[in-house]
């Protein structure tokens, strides 16, 4: 059973380009969380979805950042017109359940984003 | 707002000396996780803490949880080069994860 993946695992942009962060859940997980880690800094929840919806979003940017989990293919993390303060990593989690005492959240290998 | 704390934030300590980090947080909580990051690494789960007075271990590390007093301490007994990484605690009062500080442990030979 494969993990959560996510790619690229490395992304390069320069100001004011669009990046896109992708994230498959483990195989069974129908909950994605996505977080933003900051340098020498801990985790900030961002976004948490379930198929073709958003639960809770309140960790999110008001501008230039949304998110996506359709019906078939990855979760999407999209970011417009990057600055530089937008680098960071950018971890995806999945779980199979939501708010249920054994859920755990696994989370992927992570998108290190480099804005120029 | 909730707030979840850690102490200390680096820990740098000897390999066999034993040593206790901790996680207070501001805001009721069934749950705790502690997570362990490698440097440039994902997260990795080590523990589920459940319920009040709960305790768990693996290996060198023993979690607890003691719900009435919003803490819970991660114990590493007799340290291992192996074990430096950093070290985050966790609380879910709804689904999201909320994350301490952090505590970076560095195990010197």
């Known amino acids: 059973n494969a993990g959560v993946m996510q790619n690229p695992r490395h992304l390069v942009r320069r100001r004011g380009q669009e990046a896109r962060l992708r994230c498959s859940p483990m195989?069974?997980?129908?909950?994605v969380y996505w977080y933003r880690q900051l340098p020498e800094e801990g985790l900030k929840f961002m976004v948490y979805l379930q198929k073709e919806n958003i639960i809770d979003e309140s960790g999110m940017p008001k501008e230039r950042f949304s998110a996506e989990f359709p019906k078939e293919g990855p979760s999407i993390l999209r970011i417009q017109q990057v600055v530089r303060g937008d680098s960071a990593a950018y971890f995806c989690?999945?779980?199979?359940?939501?708010?249920?005492?054994?859920?755990?959240?696994?989370f992927g290998p992570g998108t290190r984003l480099t804005v120029l | 707002e909730l707030k979840v704390e850690q102490n200390p934030l680096f820990l740098s300590m000897q390999e066999g000396k034993n040593y206790t980090i901790y996680c207070n947080y501001s805001?009721?909580?069934?749950?705790l996780y502690w997570y362990r990051q490698d440097p440039g690494k994902s997260l990795e789960s080590l523990f589920v803490?459940?319920?009040?007075?709960a305790v768990k271990q693996e290996g060198r590390l023993m979690a607890s949880l003691d719900t009435k007093a919003r803490l819970s301490t991660l114990h590493i007994t007799a340290a291992v080069h192996d074990l430096s990484a950093t070290y985050f605690c966790a609380v879910a009062p709804t689904n999201k994860l909320i994350f301490g500080t952090g505590t970076l442990l560095a195990v010197q030979p």
């Open positions: 803490l459940l319920s009040n007075g």
């Open positions: 195989k069974g997980h129908s909950h």
């Open positions: 805001t009721t909580s069934d749950r």
């Open positions: 989690a999945s779980s199979p359940l939501a708010g249920g005492l054994q859920d755990t959240q696994y």
